[in-house]
Nanobody, 115 residues
Framework: QVQLVESGGGLVQPGGSLRLSCAAS????????MAWYRQAPGKQRELVAR???????HYADFVKGRFIISRDNANNTVYLQMDSLGPDDPAVYFC?????????WGRGTQVTVSS
C-alpha cells in the first residue's frame, strides 16, 4: 500500500520558517519525481516545487528563492524548507509522487501564517 505522509505544518508568524516533510512508503522512492503542491481556500491547487529522481529541481515563480526542496532517498523522504513566509503562503500543502505509470498524493498538512 502506497502512503505519502506529510508533517511539519502549523502556525508561524509572518517572516517565519517551517520545514515540511513527506515520508513515502510502498514505492521505489528513488525512481519517483517528488513535488509539493498547495491549495488555499477557494483557489486551485498549484505546484510549489518539484525535485526529479535525478536530483534536478524546479520552483514556481512565487517561491522567489524562499523555499528549498530536497530529498533523502535513503529514508524515502522529501522536504520543503520554507523561509520568509508571508500572507500569500497559507494553504494546505500536499506531497505528490509521479512515477512512470503512477501518481500518488498525500493528505496534506496545513500551513497558517498569522501574527
Amino acid at each position: 500500500q502506497v502512503q505519502l505522509v506529510e508533517s511539519g505544518g502549523g502556525l508561524v508568524q509572518p517572516g517565519g520558517s517551517l520545514r515540511l516533510s513527506c515520508a513515502a512508503s510502498g514505492i521505489s522512492f528513488r525512481l519517483y519525481n517528488m513535488a509539493w503542491y498547495r491549495q488555499a481556500p477557494g483557489k486551485q491547487r498549484e505546484l510549489v516545487a518539484r525535485i526529479f529522481s535525478g536530483g534536478a529541481w524546479h520552483y514556481a515563480d512565487f517561491v522567489k528563492g524562499r523555499f528549498i526542496i530536497s530529498r533523502d532517498n535513503a529514508n524515502n523522504t522529501v522536504y520543503l524548507q520554507m523561509d520568509s513566509l508571508g500572507p500569500d503562503d497559507p494553504a494546505v500543502y500536499f506531497c505528490h509522487a509521479r512515477g512512470a505509470n503512477h501518481v500518488y498524493w498525500g493528505r496534506g498538512t496545513q500551513v497558517t501564517v498569522s501574527s
